[in-house]
């Protein structure tokens, strides 16, 4: 009887101890999990485009948070056109994310790799060709211009622009994105009128759209040069 109830006790206190131990530690693995993630973001090609997109979408959400907070002034136009913007710029941040993950990373395999990681397995790879392939100048000059991994990685690309839903979806918000700046440059007149701080709420949410909608195109282009290399 005694050995029954210290055994039961002994199952009691070893599972308190594990459940303790796993709620202390998640804090430490959800800083793993996210720092593994930040680290493979940094060395993917596209970190400069998703930087970009971050850097110029996230201070028009602030501003729109200021706006609602501050109150409209009498100004409902001015709030209204912050308030979709600020949702129009986190799409553009989460497309950013979306299309950069599915074109830097091999969707067949399991463990997937930036294609950073998978130059160093193609230059392997062509290390040890077979016998009775090109001479070795043909090679070389073949692997100086078309590689396996630019081939692959132009038709990753191919595929995500121009046949995944997702991105098809993301291109129309992205039409009416530009629209909505325009839309923006009148309301930030008549804002102009209200005071309360929401023209200059305007004018500096129009100034990074206007800048993302030009850096983000020479940003994603320089990505995909990056990543063809």
């Given at each position: 009887?005694?050995?029954?109830?210290?055994?039961?006790?002994?199952?009691?206190?070893?599972?308190?101890?594990?459940?303790?131990?796993?709620?202390?530690?998640?804090?430490?693995?959800?800083?793993?999990f996210a720092?593994?993630?930040?680290?493979?973001?940094?060395?993917?090609?596209?970190?400069?485009?998703?930087?970009?997109?971050?850097?110029?979408?996230?201070?028009?959400?602030?501003?729109?948070?200021?706006?609602?907070?501050?109150?409209?002034?009498?100004?409902?136009?001015a709030t209204?056109?912050?308030?979709?913007?600020?949702?129009?710029?986190?799409?553009?941040?989460?497309?950013?994310?979306?299309?950069?993950?599915?074109?830097?990373?091999?969707?067949?395999?399991?463990?997937?790799?930036?294609?950073?990681?998978?130059?160093?397995?193609?230059?392997?790879?062509?290390?040890?060709?077979?016998?009775?392939?090109?001479?070795?100048?043909?090679?070389?000059?073949?692997?100086?211009?078309?590689?396996?991994?630019?081939?692959?990685?132009?038709?990753?690309?191919?595929?995500?622009?121009?046949?995944?839903?997702?991105?098809?979806?993301?291109?129309?918000?992205?039409?009416?994105?530009?629209?909505w700046q325009?839309?923006?440059?009148?309301?930030?007149?008549?804002?102009?009128?209200?005071?309360?701080?929401?023209?200059?709420?305007?004018?500096?949410?129009?100034?990074?759209?206007?800048?993302?909608?030009?850096?983000?195109?020479?940003?994603?282009?320089?990505?995909?040069?990056?990543?063809?290399?």
């Open positions: 009887m005694a050995a029954i109830l210290c055994e039961s006790i002994s199952k009691i206190l070893r599972g308190s101890c594990e459940a303790l131990g796993t709620i202390l530690t998640l804090p430490c693995r959800a800083c793993g720092t593994d993630h930040l680290t493979e973001l940094c060395r993917s090609p596209f970190f400069l485009f998703v930087a970009t997109a971050v850097a110029l979408n996230l201070p028009p959400i602030v501003f729109a948070g200021k706006a609602w907070a501050g109150g409209d002034g009498g100004c409902t136009s209204s056109w912050l308030g979709v913007n600020a949702i129009l710029c986190l799409i553009n941040m989460a497309a950013a994310a979306y299309i950069s993950a599915k074109i830097a990373y091999e969707p067949e395999s399991e463990n997937a790799t930036p294609f950073v990681d998978m130059e160093a397995n193609a230059e392997g790879d062509a290390k040890a060709p077979a016998k009775g392939e090109k001479t070795i100048a043909e090679r070389v000059l073949e692997d100086a211009f078309v590689t396996d991994t630019q081939s692959k990685s132009m038709s990753r690309v191919r595929d995500v622009l121009c046949y995944d839903p997702v991105v098809a979806v993301y291109i129309i918000v992205g039409i009416f994105y530009m629209c325009t839309v923006g440059i009148s309301r930030r007149i008549d804002a102009s009128e209200c005071g309360g701080g929401l023209d200059d709420y305007m004018s500096h949410s129009l100034i990074c759209g206007f800048l993302f909608l030009t850096f983000g195109g020479c940003t994603f282009g320089i990505s995909l040069c990056c990543m063809g290399r």
